[in-house]
């Protein structure tokens, strides 16, 4: 089993009109073992910018904490937020800084840029950029992902029905991978609020 395996996860954002939705599952594993049912993948690192990491759970924990310090460092000297486009290289630069020891993340990044216009992307563990402009998807549930993803995605819904796709996107995807699951996490960003929402799966 790969080390990115070992943990399982199920992450996806999804582009909306003006909005975005990005969503992961809620299950902490030890390969087939369940160690817990609310675990949380997604960080919020201001008000329109978002951070879901797959992959090794550890190592996800400490890239989280060590961003927020880079934006925290970003904040105090620039006096304003991080856009999602300087925000994505951030990342990309500290993973490839790693690459001979590399962090066993895939991040998803999704965020409101100028105008309020939708980014998202998905990275390799050594900083290779994926950049989309209708879904992204990552870990080990991602195969089924795409083909969800595939089938249900439209352009310019809104926050509403983006919520209603991802959601079943998501529940359905899990349900196919073993390593992922227990419902779901989904957060929707629009440019006044930002709801979160807690999805059951079949067993809670």
């Known amino acids: 089993m790969s080390i990115f395996e070992y943990n399982g996860s199920a992450l996806v954002a999804m582009v909306g009109k003006n909005c975005l939705a990005i969503a992961s599952d809620r299950r902490l594993g030890v390969q087939l073992q369940t160690v817990a049912t609310d675990f949380q993948r997604i960080f919020m690192i201001h008000d329109k910018l978002f951070l879901a990491l797959s992959a090794l759970a550890s190592d996800a924990q400490t890239l989280h904490q060590r961003l927020v310090f880079r934006h925290k460092l970003y904040h105090l000297r620039e006096e304003r937020d991080m856009k999602p486009e300087t925000f994505a290289s951030l990342v990309s630069a500290m993973l490839y800084e790693k690459r001979f020891g590399p962090y066993f993340c895939q991040p998803v990044i999704a965020g409101l840029g100028d105008d309020d216009k939708p980014f998202i992307c998905t990275m390799e563990s050594i900083g290779a950029k994926e950049l989309a402009k209708d879904f992204v998807v990552a870990g080990t549930a991602s195969e089924s992902l795409y083909g969800a993803c595939e089938s249900m995605f439209k352009p310019d819904m ?47």
Request: aromatic share 8%; with cysteine; charged share 30%.
């Open 158 to 204: 809104e926050a509403e029905e983006l919520f209603e796709t991802i959601s079943q996107a998501l529940l359905s995807s899990v349900d196919r991978d073993c390593l992922s699951g227990w419902g779901g996490y989904v957060y929707i960003v629009t440019p006044t609020e930002v709801t979160e929402r807690i999805l059951k799966g079949r067993m809670d």
